[in-house]
Every structure is written in structure tokens, then in C-alpha cells.
């Protein structure tokens, strides 16, 4: 009877030990996951936050802008364009529509929609995250006739 308990003895350490160390790759797996996905989240969020304050920089220059004479805006669209990832389109008159798109990560971008009159108030159309796929598949409608 001491031989046979003697044999087990080895077995069940060795069994032991075997589970200790299933448990410790796992749990350092997992924290290396969930360390791996909290630095991308605030990736995310620092992009995000970022595109939101140009956002805001954006509006409030174009405040400015609206605010000022008719002999400076031209001028100040030009640099508005050169400083932000946007496009200035005139809607006739003094009217313009701004579009501001802004990468946040790989997959989304941000968007936004200003509509701007010269000598009025500016007014945020629409902001918001877009999947970057599913915008390029978007069929732009660029001449209607």
C-alpha cells in the first residue's frame, strides 16, 4: 500500500501544478488583452475628443468669419480650408456650407455640416461617427438633371 500511494503522490503534485500554471497563463493572457484593448479605446478617445474640439475651433472661427465684412471673407474661407480638414462650398450670395471631416481612427470618421451666412449666425447642420466602409459605398448624387 505505500508503493501505490507513493505513485499517486508524484501524480497528483505534478496534477497540481499543471492546473497552477493553466490558470496563470490564462489570467496573464487576459490582463494582457484588456491592457491591449483599454490602450486602444483611449486611442479612440483622445482622436474623438480631438475631432470635436477642431469641431468647436472650427465653428467658432466661422463665427468670426460670418461676423466680419464681405471684403475679408474670401480671404478668411481661403485660410479657413488651409488650417481644417474641410471643404467650403458656396450655396449662393453670401451663404456657404461647410463640411469637416476628420479620421478618428482606421475605421470612423467624423463628420459635420456648418451652414454659415455673412453678417448672421453659423448653425451646425449634423455631426456625428461614421464607419469608414459604409461612407465610401455612399453614392453622392453629384448632378441632378
Known amino acids: 500500500m505505500n508503493k501505490v500511494s507513493g505513485f499517486i503522490l508524484p501524480i497528483g503534485v505534478a496534477l497540481v501544478v499543471l492546473i497552477y500554471t493553466t490558470i496563470g497563463a490564462l489570467t ?36 468670426q468669419i460670418a461676423g466680419g465684412s464681405a471684403a475679408d471673407f474670401e480671404a478668411a474661407l481661403q485660410k479657413l480650408e488651409e488650417r481644417f480638414p474641410v471643404i467650403v462650398e458656396s450655396t449662393g450670395g453670401n451663404d456657404i456650407r461647410i463640411l469637416f471631416f476628420q479620421a478618428v481612427s482606421e475605421h470612423v470618421v467624423y463628420h459635420a455640416q456648418i451652414e454659415a451666412r455673412l453678417g448672421e449666425s453659423v448653425r451646425l447642420v449634423s455631426s456625428g461617427l461614421e464607419n469608414v466602409e459604409q461612407w465610401k459605398e455612399k453614392k453622392m448624387e453629384l448632378w441632378e438633371g
Do not use: G, V
Open 28 to 63: 496573464y493572457t487576459t490582463a494582457r488583452a484588456d491592457h491591449n484593448l483599454t490602450q486602444r479605446s483611449i486611442a479612440y478617445n483622445q482622436s474623438y475628443y480631438s475631432a470635436e474640439t477642431k469641431l468647436e475651433e472650427l465653428i467658432y472661427e466661422t463665427q
